[in-house]
């Protein structure tokens, strides 16, 4: 439980300070000189460096651990934002937004990888995955906002230099904090309760996972890749960076919202995931063909479908992996979501004019959901039954 705390910590600092950007980068492009195009462009090679991060850790994480990737994601991601700082062209912020993607790579598997492994028992191992979208869900309420509130008051080059200096400052804290390898995860494992036999039978072995669910954070990091680019570009990006942030914000509390109702951890994480994704496809249509309905109260409840969605995502790979080779399934999970999170902002940047991205999204969305197994093994199925999984 220890490890988990300072694990919470840091993480609220990094997603803080990451989160900041979402509402500034836009506007700071566009006053380097950048096209709605280029910035499209912009936001997904970010995406697309994560590929050769990802494969990278995989395997380093599950041979190494987490705590040095943790480090290493923080520390570099902080230092090229002093860098960004300095920039003065659009093609500079490119290099930099690439560099950055390959760095941050790291990060979500390896966290994600330490929280699963800090317990064998499935109930903490939805109560961790929980408390991580609690933690990351907070952070992101206010530092949209703060981020542009940041900028108002000290300009784009101060406000990266601070967010870098906070990146840095996460990164000793995570140095400081977290285990140096497995064997410290394994000392805090030994007073919990002994897993289930039948769970623990299946955990001596990895166990493939069905490409089929992978589609499914790809289809949704590129529908929330198309939201990132559409939210800052409706008032121009100039004077509407304040009520972006308070926008993104309304998504993470419409995140917390759900997060809090911690009854859903009852039911099957699949049966989760598909309700979740059902709901955001819905907002992305209602956005795309009933513009006349506040476009605040829709993000409320996209950012509800976000809390049902990732601790269900989380919870589902884990049982479905048998609770190995964390690191890879996890990499894996995030090369899908790289691979969304760069077809995104560039489709909509190509087809903004002629065609709604909001509308691409519904429909990758439906697309995602249907490629979803439904007729599993019995193994699969069995897992996906909360009595299962949820003790």
Same mark, same amino acid.
């Given at each position: 439980?220890?490890?988990?705390? &300072?694990?919470?910590?840091?993480?609220?600092?990094?997603?803080?300070?990451?989160?900041?950007?979402?509402?500034?980068?836009?506007?700071?492009?566009?006053?380097?000189?950048?096209?709605?195009?280029?910035?499209? &462009?912009?936001?997904?090679?970010?995406?697309? #460096?994560?590929?050769?991060?990802?494969?990278?850790?995989? #395997?380093?994480?599950?041979?190494?651990? /987490?705590?040095?990737?943790?480090?290493?994601?923080?520390?570099?991601?902080?230092?090229?934002?002093?860098? $960004?700082?300095?920039?003065?062209?659009?093609?500079?912020?490119?290099?930099?937004?690439?560099?950055?993607?390959?760095?941050?790579?790291?990060?979500?598997?390896?966290?994600?990888?330490?929280?699963?492994?800090?317990?064998?028992?499935?109930?903490? $191992?939805?109560?961790?995955?929980?408390?991580?979208?609690?933690?990351? #869900?907070?952070?992101?309420?206010?530092?949209?906002?703060?981020?542009?509130?940041?900028?108002?008051?000290?300009?784009?080059?101060?406000?990266?230099?601070?967010?870098?200096?906070?990146?840095?400052?996460?990164?000793?804290?995570? &140095?400081?904090?977290?285990?140096?390898?497995?064997?410290?995860?394994?000392?805090?494992?030994?007073?919990?309760?002994?897993?289930?036999?039948?769970?623990?039978?299946?955990?001596?072995?990895?166990?493939?996972?069905? &490409?089929?669910?992978?589609?499914?954070?790809?289809?949704?990091?590129?529908? $929330?890749?198309?939201?990132?680019?559409?939210?800052?570009?409706?008032?121009?990006?100039?004077?509407?960076?304040?009520? #972006?942030?308070?926008?993104? /914000?309304?998504?993470?509390?419409?995140?917390?919202?759900?997060?809090? *109702?911690?009854?859903?951890?009852?039911?099957?994480?699949?049966?989760?995931?598909?309700?979740?994704?059902?709901? *955001?496809?819905?907002?992305?249509?209602?956005?795309?063909?009933?513009?006349?309905?506040?476009?605040?109260?829709?993000?409320?409840?996209?950012?509800?479908?976000?809390?049902?969605?990732?601790?269900? *995502?989380?919870?589902?790979?884990?049982?479905?992996?048998?609770?190995?080779?964390?690191?890879?399934?996890?990499?894996? $999970?995030?090369?899908?979501?790289?691979?969304?999170?760069?077809?995104?902002?560039?489709?909509?940047?190509?087809?903004?004019?002629?065609?709604?991205?909001?509308?691409?999204?519904?429909?990758?969305?439906?697309?995602?959901?249907?490629?979803?197994?439904?007729?599993?093994?019995?193994?699969?199925?069995?897992?996906?039954?909360?009595?299962?999984?949820?003790?």
């Amino acid at each position: 439980m220890k490890t988990a705390i &300072w694990l919470y910590l840091f993480l609220f600092l990094a997603v803080f300070d990451l989160h900041a950007q979402y509402p500034i980068l836009t506007p700071f492009a566009i006053s380097l000189g950048a096209a709605p195009t280029f910035i499209g &462009w912009m936001m997904g090679i970010y995406s697309l #460096t994560h590929l050769p991060g990802n494969l990278i850790a995989g #395997t380093q994480i599950d041979k190494h651990g /987490s705590r040095r990737y943790i480090v290493f994601s923080l520390l570099g991601a902080g230092i090229i934002l002093l860098i $960004q700082a300095q920039i003065h062209t659009p093609w500079q912020l490119l290099a930099l937004r690439s560099v950055s993607g390959f760095v941050l790579a790291f990060l979500s598997p390896a966290c994600l990888a330490l929280l699963a492994q800090l317990s064998n028992d499935p109930i903490k $191992q939805g109560k961790y995955m929980s408390g991580h979208g609690v933690v990351h #869900t907070l952070a992101s309420v206010v530092s949209p906002a703060a981020g542009a509130l940041i900028v108002g008051a000290l300009g784009f080059s101060a406000t990266f230099a601070s967010l870098g200096y906070l990146l840095i400052l996460s990164g000793v804290i995570a &140095w400081l904090s977290m285990p140096k390898g497995l064997a410290e995860v394994q000392h805090e494992k030994v007073t919990e309760p002994a897993m289930p036999s039948n769970l623990a039978g299946e955990k001596r072995k990895f166990l493939p996972v069905s &490409w089929r669910y992978f589609a499914l954070p790809l289809v949704i990091a590129c529908a $929330q890749g198309i939201l990132f680019f559409e939210l800052p570009l409706r008032g121009g990006g100039h004077s509407s960076m304040m009520s #972006t942030g308070l926008l993104f /914000s309304i998504i993470s509390v419409g995140a917390l919202f759900t997060l809090s *109702m911690l009854f859903l951890n009852r039911y099957s994480p699949k049966l989760r995931l598909i309700a979740g994704v059902l709901l *955001m496809s819905l907002c992305f249509f209602v956005m795309a063909a009933i513009p006349q309905i506040p476009l605040s109260s829709v993000l409320f409840v996209l950012g509800m479908s976000k809390g049902i969605i990732f601790p269900a *995502m989380a919870t589902l790979f884990i049982h479905l992996s048998g609770g190995n080779k964390l690191g890879r399934i996890f990499s894996l $999970q995030s090369i899908a979501t790289s691979i969304g999170s760069f077809i995104g902002p560039i489709t909509a940047g190509q087809l903004r004019v002629g065609l709604s991205p909001y509308f691409i999204a519904f429909v990758l969305l439906m697309i995602g959901i249907m490629l979803l197994p439904y007729f599993t093994a019995r193994r699969e199925a069995s897992l996906s039954d909360p009595k299962s999984i949820l003790g």
